[in-house]
Structure formats: structure tokens, C-alpha cells
């Protein structure tokens, strides 16, 4: 019961965020002061922001029905999160600077890999 409580908040969070990327591309970057304006643009965050997001909320969906695959997924989508929250951190050293939306979500992911990580830890009941 405890897994399922930590993986169906992150589960919920990639979902908003891929419905988000899929149905407003343009805006999905703005608070960054990233303009879109192109076909390809759009397709690059509807892939990306929208396809990825979305696939990983499915698995983790589907990891809540089949408990055999609840595990490799956590870990796996909870990895990527590491993942981005590196690479926010690498920039952040890089740019010398990290502003308060990135922080924010440098926050998120490292929450949402902790939770994923975490479940995967935890004895199946």
C-alpha cells in the first residue's frame, strides 16, 4: 500500500506534465523565457515534454496493476529523474547561476526519485 502511495503522485505528475507539453507547446517553455515558434519546436516539446512524461506515468500506472513490474519501473523512471536533476546541476556549475523555475523543478525531480527509488526499496507487503 505504501509503494502505491508514492508511485501514484509521481505517476499523476508526469501525466499533467505530458498533457500539458502535448496540448500547450508553446507555453510549456515560457516561464523559462524560451519562445517557441516553429513546427519543429513544437514537435521537439510534444516529444520530449509530452511523449516521454506520458510514458512514464503510464508505466508506473501499469506498475500499480502488475506488481512484478513495480520495481524495474520505479527505479528506471526514478533514475531518469536523477538523471535530469544532474544535468540541472551540471548547467547550474556551468552558468554559475540557477534561476527559480529550474530550481524548482531540480526539487521536484529529486523528490520524485526519491519516492520512486524509495519504493523500490520497500518489502512488497
Partial sequence: MLKMLLIL??????????????????????????KVSTVDGFNEIRAVYGGLPLV?????????????????VALMVGAGCIGMAAGRA???GIDQGLGRLPGAFLLIELVVAAAL???ASLKSA
Fill in 9 to 34: 503522485p509521481c505517476a499523476g505528475f508526469f501525466a499533467w506534465l505530458g498533457v500539458m507539453a502535448l496540448r500547450f507547446p508553446g507555453g510549456l517553455l515560457a516561464g523559462y523565457g524560451i
Fill in 56 to 72: 512514464w506515468s503510464g508505466l508506473l500506472f501499469l506498475s500499480l496493476m502488475r506488481p512484478e513490474l513495480r520495481n524495474p
Fill in 90 to 92: 551540471v548547467s547550474a
Fill in 117 to 119: 527509488i524509495g519504493s
